[in-house]
């Protein structure tokens, strides 16, 4: 982890020091959190800058004393000498955000503290590490996010973070939501040379996060400073062999930055587009290949109004198309859909600054999303023993929106029995969705090719629903003193359509004994209530479906019974998590860090659809009531290590034993056309063993590295549909292969023809290991078990231009 420094040398006596001073970023922004690590002889000290960016360090000795500034997403930068008179010395220090390195310099980013700010489990991982570490689709940002311990994407592509649904996470874009309004998904397309960090952080969150049990995805974004930077990635397309030769994936991606005004203003700018090639080898020639593109624009300004009041706002519009979307070997050219989808999100903040580490910030943001799912005709879909046929039997149209206003004030700073540094806030959300879906019909046979059953789709499919969601939180993160830190916190949460208050108490602590300032040790525990999913609550106001049972010889068995999904018959309340986490952090003296960390969340009262017998009236197959039943269960213990040395290079390695759970582990839809009797099992992307490793590190040959990613976890569940419909042994009782996959790369970074570039070849998937993440899994097909999906071993290359100067 890269951090940034700052040296200052003192000529001690006997006297106490006052060492104050403000942490800034290159346009001027105070830079919250910084680690600030006074040291002199036997004797140190330490604390973190407050919300404006200042801080205050005493300490009694005698000798030289060496002050040390850490904040992980900075390079290091050393401070101008300094020779305090009397007992003060007020400091400005200017870090500069962590770019790439393209020559050797001295510089030595390596991390030398533990995080006492922190309570909770958090990962933080860097731009700088994304666009370093092989990860397969490198410029897909969801893709990123797998070299991340703890985060795992399913075989959908949608991230599960801690056990957790993909729903049930807040996402945020530089401190505001931005989760799909509909599913709650992380669906924003952004480059990753726009990524400053992303911070995942799990457990008992600060009380100023809800609306995400699993925990938070905070992304923060590049800024511009006073020097104009480009750079591009990717701008020639490649070739390769699938079949024949084919034009591959082309992911061509630009950025631009610099000032509006010099010292005053600044933008930053990404774009970036992804135009894929799919093949599916099992497939007949001319029935094989599918092509989807997709681009983005992110466009960020910042203008100082003063020295103390920061105007920052946002831009970013995304699209995708998709023509026969959804081909495997399983679902050929007739049963896939053409998909359309886009976005656009802006958001704009206003922040001020007072003394003693008071700030108030006021932010607005706005989200629109639309989709569009078309089949290839009108034709009803048909499950039969040798794979699906005919039209996939949605077409679909959705748009969802959410305009956000979010204020926070940090209260002046405070003493009584230790420091106090207040925090209160208000979060406001109008999120609204409408839908137009269409369905035709589902014929399932079995395996003698005889018809079993006919699914035709009734009712209206067209329906609007919105939710207005208040929020409101305190939080004091109270420094007991040297080396104990307090977080306790307050949420109370209040949204339309549940019209319940949910109070989350929560409390954490951070405690580095005396003499060991180098372990931490840490736990938090409290309540966390998930987001109303507009998905679920909607669907009893969707269509509904009417099935007819066949006999063998083709006779009707059961004439056209219904199943209804029904809303709740009393008061709605939240899904709801009780997570508790502990954990110790160690850095020996070679830059080594060690955690070792356990989380455990249990779920209260959540929402979902269950079979309701009761309410079944004559001649009715299912009825399906929505209902505060649902229970999850999550425990995992992590053991991460951690090495950094040089002024870019890394290596991580970890390991985490897990367990997710539920008594409601399949999603039950009017689009599944399977009946699920008993659903308590593991969830889909549970993963009870995970081992992953990268690194980027360097050769005996200068501005040569190498860079790789090794995954080893246990393969993902899937259930076996009978031959009738229904489940057989159980929700997700059987799994995929375990799961392997190694890169290798290597890269030279050069000056040619007076710019900056940096020239990658590797290869993915080293052992050529298919990894599936397709099965045919109804019981009687004819290749029943069958795995399918996957990619093999491919050799790869990525050309980077850096500029003409140094990043």
């Known amino acids: 982890m890269l951090m940034a420094l700052a040296w200052l040398t003192l000529a001690a006596t006997a006297e106490p020091y006052h060492i104050t001073g403000r942490v800034l970023n290159e346009t001027n922004t105070p830079v919250e959190g910084a680690r600030i690590l006074l040291k002199c002889g036997t004797v140190a000290a330490q604390t973190q800058s407050?919300?404006?960016?200042?801080?205050r360090l005493e300490v009694t000795a005698t000798g030289p004393c060496q002050l040390r500034v850490e904040h992980d997403g900075y390079f290091p930068l050393v401070g101008p000498s300094l020779d305090p008179s009397g007992t003060g010395a007020d400091l400005r220090l200017l870090l500069t955000p962590l770019r790439e390195l393209v020559q050797e310099t001295e510089v030595h980013a390596t991390r030398t503290a533990v995080d006492l700010d922190t309570s909770s489990t958090q990962q933080t991982t860097t731009g700088t590490e994304m666009l370093n570490v092989p990860f397969p689709v490198t410029n897909n940002l969801k893709n990123a996010m797998r070299i991340t311990p703890g985060v795992v994407q399913g075989n959908d592509g949608d991230l599960h973070i801690n056990g957790g649904d993909s729903s049930q996470t807040l996402y945020t874009l530089n401190g505001f939501n931005v989760s799909d309004p509909l599913t709650?998904?992380?669906?924003?397309?952004?480059?990753?040379?726009?990524?400053?960090?992303?911070?995942?952080?799990?457990?008992?969150?600060?009380?100023?996060?809800?609306?995400?049990?699993?925990?938070t995805m905070a992304i923060r974004t590049r800024s511009g400073d006073d020097r104009f930077r480009a750079s591009a990635t990717n701008f020639v397309p490649g070739i390769e062999y699938r079949k024949d030769l084919i034009i591959g994936n082309f992911t061509p991606r630009f950025n631009f930055s610099g000032p509006i005004r010099r010292g005053r203003a600044w933008f930053a700018d990404s774009l970036d587009f992804q135009y894929d090639q799919n093949v599916v080898p099992e497939l007949p020639d001319g029935h094989d290949r599918t092509h989807s593109l997709r681009a983005s624009n992110?466009?960020?300004?910042?203008?100082?109004?003063?020295?103390?009041n920061i105007l920052q706002a946002g831009f970013l519009a995304t699209f995708f198309t998709a023509p026969r979307f959804g081909l495997t070997a399983l679902d050929p050219l007739e049963t896939t859909v053409d998909r359309r989808a886009r976005q656009w999100f802006a958001h704009v903040k206003d922040q001020i600054y007072f003394s003693r580490g008071a700030l108030v910030e006021v932010g607005y943001a706005a989200n629109r999303t639309?989709?569009?799912?078309?089949?290839q005709g009108r034709e009803w879909f048909r499950i039969t023993p040798f794979g699906k046929r005919g039209n996939w039997f949605r077409d679909a149209r959705q748009e969802g929106g959410r305009d956000q206003i979010v204020a926070n004030a940090f209260l002046p700073s405070f003493d009584w029995y230790g420091g106090h540094q207040w925090k209160i806030g208000i979060d406001l959300n109008s999120v609204r969705y409408s839908q137009d879906i269409d369905r035709t019909g589902v014929m399932q046979y079995r395996a003698?090719?005889?018809?079993?059953?006919?699914?035709?789709?009734?009712?209206?499919?067209?329906?609007?629903?919105?939710?207005?969601?208040?929020?409101?939180?305190?939080?004091?993160?109270?420094?007991?003193?040297?080396?104990l830190m307090l977080n306790i916190g307050l949420r109370w949460d209040w949204d339309h359509i549940v019209r319940k208050s949910n109070l989350a108490p929560r409390i954490g602590f951070a405690w580095s004994p005396s003499g060991h300032e180098n372990t931490k040790l840490s736990g938090s525990a409290g309540y966390v209530y998930d987001a109303s999913n507009l998905l679920l609550l909607t669907r009893p106001n969707d269509q509904y479906l009417r099935t007819t049972y066949y006999g063998p010889s083709g006779e009707p068995v059961e004439i056209g019974t219904p199943s209804y999904f029904?809303?709740?018959?009393?008061?709605?309340?939240?899904?709801?998590?009780?997570?508790?986490?502990?954990?110790?952090?160690?850095?020996?003296?070679?830059?080594?860090?060690?955690?070792?960390?356990y989380l455990g969340k249990r779920g209260l009262q959540g929402l979902s659809f269950w079979n309701s017998p009761l309410d079944l009236g004559p001649g009715q197959d299912a009825?399906?009531?929505?209902?505060?039943?649902?229970?999850?269960?999550?425990?995992?213990?992590?053991?991460?290590?951690?090495?950094?040395?040089?002024?870019?290079?890394?290596?991580?390695?970890?390991?985490?034993?897990?367990?997710?759970?539920?008594?409601?582990?399949?999603?039950?839809?009017?689009?599944?056309?399977?009946?699920?009797?008993?659903?308590?099992?593991?969830?889909?992307?549970?993963?009870?063993?995970?081992?992953?490793?990268?690194?980027?590190?360097?050769?005996?040959?200068?501005?040569w590295a190498l860079a790789y990613l090794t995954e080893w976890r246990t393969g993902f569940p899937y259930s076996v549909i009978g031959e009738d419909g229904r489940v057989e042994g159980g929700v997700n009782s059987r799994r995929f292969p375990a799961y392997f996959q190694l890169n290798l790369h290597a890269e030279w970074k050069l000056r040619m023809w007076g710019n900056f570039w940096a020239l990658r070849g590797g290869v993915n998937n080293v052992t050529g290991r298919k990894n599936p993440i397709v099965v045919n899994n109804i019981v009687g097909a004819q290749d029943f078990m069958h795995f399918y999906g996957g990619f093999g071993r491919s050799f790869t290359m990525r050309v980077r231009w850096l500029g003409r100067r140094q990043p």
């Open 50 to 55: 407050d919300p404006g960016g200042a801080f």
């Open 184 to 215: 709650g998904t992380f669906q924003t397309r952004l480059s990753l040379e726009a990524v400053q960090a992303v911070e995942v952080t799990s457990g008992a969150l600060a009380a100023e996060y809800g609306k995400g049990s699993a925990g």
């Open 298 to 308: 992110y466009l960020s300004t910042q203008v100082n109004l003063t020295p103390s």
């Open 370 to 375: 639309f989709g569009r799912e078309i089949p």
């Open 448 to 483: 003698d090719g005889t018809l079993l059953r006919v699914v035709q789709f009734e009712g209206s499919g067209r329906l609007k629903r919105t939710n207005f969601e208040v929020a409101g939180y305190v939080q004091d993160q109270w420094k007991v003193k040297p080396g």
């Open 566 to 597: 029904l809303p709740a018959s009393g008061r709605l309340r939240s899904t709801g998590f009780f997570n508790y986490s502990a954990g110790v952090e160690h850095r020996f003296s070679n830059a080594l860090f060690l955690k070792v960390s």
């Open 623 to 703: 009825a399906y009531r929505l209902e505060n039943r649902k229970q999850d269960r999550y425990d995992s213990i992590e053991l991460t290590v951690r090495k950094t040395f040089g002024p870019q290079y890394e290596i991580l390695a970890s390991y985490i034993r897990s367990s997710a759970r539920s008594n409601a582990a399949a999603d039950i839809t009017v689009d599944q056309p399977y009946v699920v009797m008993s659903n308590s099992g593991p969830m889909a992307w549970d993963t009870p063993n995970r081992f992953l490793t990268w690194g980027y590190v360097p050769t005996l040959w200068k501005n």
